[in-house]
């Protein structure tokens, strides 16, 4: 069994000795020229990778410092009107609802350009600087032919971020503005804030300075990237602010290299895997500017000079190894010879003749080989005998099962023959009989499921019953008291036909008068309550105290045991119940003398998905 398993467990027992020798061979040299290879490849791979990100981090460390500094300057520009009494009161005076569309004065106006005009002197980056009073119009530096007059800022989509920023400056992401009219789709970054009374932090308008693109390409102008890399400026909302080159990502891709960058970090030098593409990305936050540079370079591209290297290794283990197989191939021939005579045989037990023995001449390896041989094909002999014995025995196993699966079809046949001859002769009380023994015989052996619906098992306690009530007549009332709802509820299999056959026997069966048995299930938080109970002579509390007990105790199991033994059943129904659903829930029994005996039995409601196949 031994020799078996190991046959079936090792993939190489099958290769002949020269395929091993030539395999060890190889292996002896590609191993290590491949740890070599792989150690020398990738530590200079990380080296390269390494000099690359210290470089792109102090790149980007610089370019961030440099937007900083330039926003500190827009910021700075931003706040110059909120000290300036001129440019104050010439809102102040526009500032009211009441003045919507009406232009400014000549006078008015005319101040306004030459003191925006001074602001944006010398400053080409600044495409323009927009003034917007209370009253809608706007004071800028653009001519007045390619800006609109009038603008509702309360409607353009970055006014809720300078509103929500109180007075504090903003920088605004790219963008197209509306009150341009030569925009041309160009986009903008900006920088904005409210501007208040100093004295009554009234709202007179807002300053907005709208940058151009060229004052992210200054910055980065001197500074040389990987050829095929790229350079994102974001916010921390990962909103763009300036990009260039995209080192072969995608919009959508660019849309994911954002997003992964998240949440804003001091410095972070991270691999990203983008659609199966691996990049190195260099991100720099700012905490003035809340604007991340992140700086992505496929690694890919990094590693071009290390192909050379890869290939050249690859050459020398590919020569090493022609010349390795060389050897193997010799020396493996000159070892294969003695082991002709062992192969034969071999196959010969491949072709199934297990009577087949080697004749072991020495004591070296091959004999040793030769002894392992002759043992194993005595094993697979007697395996294969045993394999056969086994299969018989399962057929006869088969064939005990097709027996008991026919015994109760003749059972019920024979029911069926009954009834119909109780009809033949017009005897109604022996059909009903026949017809609810019938039902009450499929339900028990025909099925093998521990759960069934409420419904069936309520259907087969009546068939008990009606059978029971032929008996004795109008001595036997039944009463079930069942809601609708609950009737799809899984409950374990015959749990009421023992508790109304104990009721019936122990219960009422022996009172002259008769008696009613009450069938009833109600639902109680998550547990369903199925109670059995009669109006018979009771028990005492003695009587209670000692089946309870008895119900406790694990049942009998052996025949001697079970002889004369009362409430089997009952104790059989307490068990199934704790095995299936714990040791807090089972079977209840409670009554008094003369006042008859319930039996309540709790189980868990189980939702569609918790339920037992």
């Not at 101040?111 to 010398?122: F, R, V, W």
């Not at 010349?323 to 491949?350: C, D, H, I, Q, W």
Request: charge should be negative; proline fraction near 3%.
């Amino acid at each position: 069994m031994k020799s078996l398993r190991t046959l079936q467990i090792h993939p190489f027992s099958h290769w002949g000795l020269r395929s091993k020798t030539l395999l060890i061979f190889m292996l002896l040299i590609a191993i290590p020229l491949s740890l070599q290879g792989i150690i020398t490849y990738y530590d200079f791979s990380m080296s390269v990778e390494r000099r690359t990100a210290d470089y792109s981090a102090q790149l980007v460390g610089q370019i961030n410092r440099n937007l900083d500094r330039t926003f500190m300057e827009m910021q700075r520009l931003s706040l110059m009107p909120t000290y300036d009494p001129g440019v104050l009161g010439i809102l102040r005076k526009y500032s009211g609802p009441a003045l919507a569309n009406q232009r400014p004065a000549v006078e008015d106006l005319e101040k306004m350009q030459l003191y925006i005009a001074g602001m944006t002197y010398n400053r080409p980056e600044i495409r323009g600087i927009q003034l917007f009073a209370g009253s809608g119009y706007t004071f800028s530096n653009v001519d007045a032919s390619a800006i609109r007059s009038f603008t509702d800022v309360k409607r353009e989509a970055w006014y809720e971020r300078v509103k929500q920023a109180d007075g504090a400056w903003v920088a605004i992401p790219k963008h197209r503005p509306s009150y341009y009219l030569d925009n041309g789709g160009q986009d903008y970054v900006s920088v904005a804030r409210l501007i208040r009374e100093p004295n009554t932090n009234e709202g007179l308008g807002v300053v907005k300075i709208d940058l151009k693109e060229d004052v992210f390409r200054q910055i980065v102008s001197n500074v040389k990237f990987e050829e095929k890399g790229g350079l994102l400026v974001v916010n921390s909302r990962s909103e763009l602010f300036f990009q260039q080159g995209s080192g072969g990502l995608t919009p959508e891709m660019m849309d994911e290299l954002r997003l992964t960058t998240e949440p804003p970090q001091a410095f972070n030098v991270r691999h990203m895997n983008i659609r199966g593409k691996t990049y190195l990305a260099i991100v720099d936050y700012s905490d003035y500017s809340d604007l991340k540079v992140i700086s992505f370079i496929p690694v890919e591209s990094l590693l071009k000079e290390t192909k050379d290297l890869r290939n050249f290794t690859f050459g020398i283990g590919f020569i090493c190894l022609i010349f390795a197989g060389a050897l193997a191939t010799f020396f493996s021939y000159r070892l294969s010879r003695p082991l002709a005579a062992l192969k034969n045989k071999m196959l010969r037990v491949e072709q199934g003749s297990f009577k087949q023995s080697v004749k072991v001449e020495s004591q070296d390896e091959i004999g040793q080989l030769s002894r392992s041989f002759n043992r194993m094909v005595e094993e697979i002999d007697r395996l294969v005998h045993e394999v056969y014995v086994i299969g018989l025995r399962e057929k006869e196993a088969e064939l005990a099962a097709l027996q008991s699966q026919i015994n109760p079809h003749f059972i019920y046949n024979t029911l069926e023959s009954i009834n119909m001859l109780a009809l033949k002769r017009q005897n109604d009380e022996v059909s009903d009989m026949v017809s609810a023994l019938g039902r009450l015989l499929r339900y028990t052996v025909g099925r093998n499921a521990r759960l069934v619906r409420l419904r069936e098992e309520l259907e087969s306690a009546a068939s008990y019953v009606k059978i029971q009530q032929l008996r004795y007549g109008e001595r036997l009332k039944v009463m079930i008291d069942v809601e609708e709802s609950l009737l799809g509820n899984e409950v374990p299999k015959l749990l009421f036909q023992p508790l109304v056959e104990n009721a019936i026997y122990h219960g009422i069966g022996d009172c002259e008068e008769g008696g009613t048995i009450w069938i009833e299930a109600v639902r109680f938080e998550d547990e369903l309550l199925l109670t059995v109970r009669d109006d018979g002579k009771g028990m005492s509390e003695d009587e209670l105290q000692q089946l309870r007990q008895s119900l406790a105790a694990a049942p009998p199991f052996s025949a001697a045991e079970t002889a004369g033994e009362h409430g089997l059943a009952l104790k059989n129904i307490n068990q199934r119940l704790v095995l299936m659903y714990g040791e807090r829930y089972g079977l209840h029994v409670d009554g008094s003398l003369g006042e008859g005996t319930a039996f309540t039995i709790t189980i868990p409601i189980r939702e569609e998905g918790e339920r037992d196949d």
